[in-house]
C-alpha cells in the first residue's frame, strides 16, 4: 500500500479542507496509508481527520510564513515519513510540498493541488501572487497537478503552469449525508420564527473577499423592499459582524458557525453563492443534493456545477444578482420541485463522493514511487 503524505495550509473550516477530509474520510483510506501534515494548526478538521483514523502532524507556523524552524519541522516530519507520494493541497502546501521532495524525500511523486481560479488575482495578497508566479517555474518540477476546477485548470496553464502535467478532478459529495429532508423547511421555519409561506434564502460561507457578502447584502436588499416574503439566512462565523448598518435585521438571521449544516441547508428554498472568486465551491453541491435550487455568480466552477437547475449570473453585479433572486422568488411552485429534483440527480450522476475517491485512487496507483 503507497504512503501519501498530505501538506495543507491549514486545517479551518474551508473547502479545500473539507475536500481533503471528505476523501481520506470517504474511503481512501482503504487504498493508500494518508497523513496529513498541517502547517499552521489543527483547525476544524485535525480532530476529525484523527478520529477517521488518519494521522495528522501540526507544524504550529504564522499564517503565510514557511519560516526556517517551521521548515525545519516540515522536513524532520516528511523524512520520519518517508513517504512514496507527496501531496501538495493549496498554494502554500504545494510550494512546502516541493521543498520536502528536493531536501529529504527525493524519491517520492510529487503531486500538488491546485484549489481556486486567478479571476480575483488582482484582489489577491502580494505574498499569494508572488506564490503563483513562483508556481510556473517550480510546476514543472511537480509529476501530476490535481485541479478542482476546470476553469482553474484553463487560467493556471494560460498564466504558465505545466499544461502536461494537469488533471482536472472534482470535489465529490456524500449523498447520504447531504440529502433532502421534507420536514426541513417547517422545521427551520419554525427555529427562526418563520411563518410557513416564508421563502427561505440561504448563504453558507466564511467572511472574505473572494465570497463577496457586499454582493449579496447589496441583491437582498433589493429584493426584500418587493418581497415581503422572503428572508435570508446567514451561516457562517462574524458574518453580522461584517454586514452593513442598512441591512434590515428583523429580514435576516445569522446563525454563525454551525455543525449541524446538513440539517439546516435543506430547509432553504433557494441558495444564493454571491463570490467574485471561487474554484469548485462546494456549498453549492452540499445545496444541490439538499435538492435546494441555486442562485450562482459565475466563478468558479459554479456555473458547470449549477447546469441548467440553477440561476447563474455575472460576478459583481448586484443588480443583476437581484434580478435573479425574484425569478426564483416568483417561479411556479412545479417549477421550483422539478429545479430541485434535477439538482439532486446532478449531484448524484456527477460528483458522488465514491466516485471521487475512485479518482484519486487511481491516479495514485498510476504514479511512479521508487522501489
Not at 177 to 189: I, Q, T, V
Not at 234 to 256: K, M, W, Y
Not at 344 to 369: F, K, N
Amino acid at each position: 500500500m503507497k504512503r501519501v503524505t498530505h501538506i495543507i495550509t491549514g486545517l479551518q473550516v474551508g473547502g479545500a479542507e473539507r475536500a481533503l477530509y471528505n476523501i481520506l474520510a470517504g474511503g481512501l483510506q482503504d487504498y493508500c496509508h494518508n497523513q496529513v501534515v498541517s502547517l499552521m494548526d489543527e483547525g476544524e478538521y485535525g480532530p476529525l481527520l484523527r478520529e477517521a483514523g488518519v494521522e495528522v502532524h501540526c507544524l504550529g507556523m504564522s499564517p503565510g510564513r514557511l519560516g526556517l524552524a517551521g521548515a525545519a519541522k516540515l522536513l524532520r516530519v516528511v523524512r520520519l515519513q518517508q513517504p512514496d507520494i507527496l501531496q501538495g493541497w493549496m498554494y502554500h502546501g504545494n510550494l512546502a510540498a516541493s521543498l520536502a521532495r528536493r531536501l529529504v524525500a527525493p524519491r517520492a511523486t510529487l503531486s500538488w493541488n491546485v484549489r481556486t481560479s486567478l479571476e480575483g488575482l488582482r484582489d489577491a495578497k502580494v505574498f499569494t501572487r508572488q506564490l503563483i508566479r513562483l508556481g510556473r517555474r517550480l510546476s514543472r518540477g511537480a509529476d501530476t497537478i490535481i485541479y478542482n476546477s476546470c476553469k482553474s485548470r484553463l487560467q493556471h496553464e494560460a498564466d504558465g503552469y505545466a499544461a502536461d502535467r494537469g488533471r482536472f478532478i472534482p470535489n465529490g459529495f456524500d449523498t447520504a449525508h447531504w440529502r433532502r429532508d421534507p420536514e426541513a423547511k417547517s422545521s427551520l421555519a419554525r427555529m427562526l420564527g418563520l411563518s410557513a409561506d416564508s421563502k427561505i434564502i440561504g448563504f453558507v460561507g466564511r467572511v472574505c473577499a473572494e465570497k463577496d457578502l457586499p454582493n449579496l447584502f447589496a441583491a437582498f436588499e433589493r429584493v426584500s423592499l418587493q418581497h415581503p416574503e422572503c428572508h435570508l439566512v446567514c451561516v457562517g462565523g462574524q458574518i453580522e459582524e461584517n454586514a452593513p448598518p442598512s441591512l434590515d435585521r428583523s429580514r435576516v438571521t445569522f446563525l454563525g458557525q454551525r455543525s449541524d449544516i446538513a440539517r439546516i441547508m435543506p430547509g432553504f428554498d433557494l441558495f444564493c453563492l454571491s463570490s467574485s472568486t471561487e474554484g469548485f465551491p462546494n456549498v453549492i453541491g452540499e445545496a444541490m443534493a439538499c435538492g435546494v435550487p441555486c442562485i450562482t455568480t459565475d466563478a468558479g466552477d459554479a456555473a458547470a456545477i449549477v447546469g441548467e437547475t440553477g440561476w447563474v449570473v455575472p460576478t459583481r453585479d448586484p443588480v443583476i444578482l437581484a434580478r435573479a433572486l425574484e425569478e426564483a422568488l416568483v417561479s411556479p411552485n412545479a417549477e421550483w420541485l422539478r429545479r430541485a429534483e434535477a439538482a439532486r440527480l446532478r449531484i448524484e450522476t456527477h460528483y458522488a463522493l465514491s466516485a471521487i475517491v475512485d479518482q484519486y485512487a487511481a491516479l495514485y496507483r498510476g504514479l511512479p514511487c521508487a522501489a
